[in-house]
């Protein structure tokens, strides 16, 4: 079982950061690969960036490559989503994700993939 919080959400000017933060539960936090999705009001729920086990591998959204950086500290049981050159359509609620893989390179983009899910935190970008 793992328990994740999220925080770090909040007001911005477009072009401005966030760090968005992610805290895990229990003693297995590096064997999940890590995900964060988003979703905007009226829309579905979209993959924003994941990380595998050991951090070592990550991938992207298109819309969010070169702008978002996806990092994690096994140590502090911790992942986090670095957020720069925020757009006003980066507005959404964002939500951290487990996921139990097989493989340490092994990065999930779908959200059935993901075990355990945040409640997620409200980051607003506006123009």
């Known amino acids: 079982q793992v328990q994740l919080v999220e925080s770090g959400g909040g007001l911005v000017q477009a072009g401005g950061s966030l760090r968005l933060s992610c805290a895990a539960s229990?003693?297995?936090?590096?064997?999940?690969?890590m995900g964060w999705f988003r979703q905007a009001p009226g829309k579905e729920r979209e993959f924003v960036a994941g990380i595998s086990w050991s951090g070592g591998f990550t991938n992207y959204a298109d819309s969010v490559k070169g702008r978002f950086t996806i990092s994690r500290d096994n140590a502090k049981n911790t992942v986090y989503l670095q957020m720069n050159s925020l757009k006003p359509e980066d507005t959404a609620v964002y939500y951290c994700a487990a996921a139990q893989v097989l493989s340490g390179t092994h990065v999930p983009q779908r959200s059935y993939a993901f075990k355990y899910w945040g409640q997620g935190t409200q980051a607003t970008v506006s123009s």
């Open positions: 229990g003693r297995t936090f590096s064997s999940y690969a």
